[in-house]
């Protein structure tokens, strides 16, 4: 008969056997948290790239957002005219003002007359605060689009004859505005090809920011300038309209004497 094993030997075999499942167990234990941590270390890779790539996003959006459209100045004009002109008309405008449309009718073939005589430069300030008054967005649509336009005069296109239809078709006041398509034709018959500018409407931003900008101009004195549309400079000097004038802006007469031309 084989011997049997002490109850000494049995003791020091279930040492044996305790041991070596602790040490499995250490190890299922270490390999455990080595996995716990790479996944942990994944998580906190993709987390930090999906950060990135919103601020990334959210940046990108700001800055088409707020993009500068091409061809106005620093302050929002759009120039008509010679650079050398030796005065300068800035009309601040909305196009969805009657009064605005009037004054253009009244002095705006006078003020294209000297433009091509090279005696004034324009500098239109497209505004949208009618927006807000009115409950809808076509200021700042129209002015988004004339924004487009200016960026195609390099190009050929004819931003005084756009201004002048945007005039001669506006629609009542309050009754929500041209539609993009008609302002994307209005913007082909002036020879801007601006459809998606029109459509996407980018400068949307910009439109709001020189809108509050123009009414928080002040003079030497720090009264305000701007108190709505349309106002009138003539070589950065407010020019307003005579008593009882039914348009707070000068008359041709007025404007003629102020650079010393011929009405």
């Not at 020879?191 to 998606?196: I, K, L, T, Y």
């Not at 003079?219 to 709505?228: F, K, P």
């Amino acid at each position: 008969m084989p011997d049997r094993p002490s109850t000494k030997d049995a003791r020091r075999e279930a040492a044996r056997e305790k041991s070596r499942q602790m040490r499995e167990l250490e190890a299922r234990r270490k390999r455990r948290n080595r996995v716990l941590a790479i996944s942990a270390g994944v998580v906190a890779v993709v987390l930090v790239i999906g950060f990135v790539a919103l601020a990334i996003t959210r940046s990108g959006s700001s800055t088409q957002a707020s993009a500068t459209p091409p061809g106005v100045t620093a302050d929002g004009g759009i120039e008509v005219g010679q650079a050398s002109a030796p005065h300068t008309v800035t009309i601040f405008q909305d196009y969805q003002c009657p009064v605005c449309k009037q004054y253009e009718a009244a002095v705006g073939p006078w003020l294209d007359e000297q433009v091509q005589a090279g005696t004034v430069k324009l500098d239109y300030r497209v505004l949208n605060f009618l927006d807000d008054r009115l409950r809808q967005d076509y200021s700042t649509r129209a002015a988004n689009a004339a924004y487009c336009v200016a960026g195609q005069v390099p190009n050929g296109a004819d931003f005084y004859a756009f201004n002048t239809a945007m005039y001669l078709e506006q629609p009542e006041e309050g009754a929500g505005g041209l539609t993009d398509s008609r302002l994307i034709s209005i913007a082909q018959s002036a020879g801007a090809d601006v459809g998606p500018c029109i459509a996407d409407r980018p400068y949307e931003d910009f439109v709001q920011e020189k809108n509050s900008a123009a009414f928080d101009l002040t003079d030497a004195s720090g009264a305000q300038l701007v108190g709505g549309t349309p106002t009138v400079l003539v070589d950065g000097q407010l020019l307003t309209g005579a008593d009882g004038a039914t348009v707070n802006a000068p008359s041709q007469e007025q404007l003629a004497t102020a650079i010393g031309a011929g009405a």
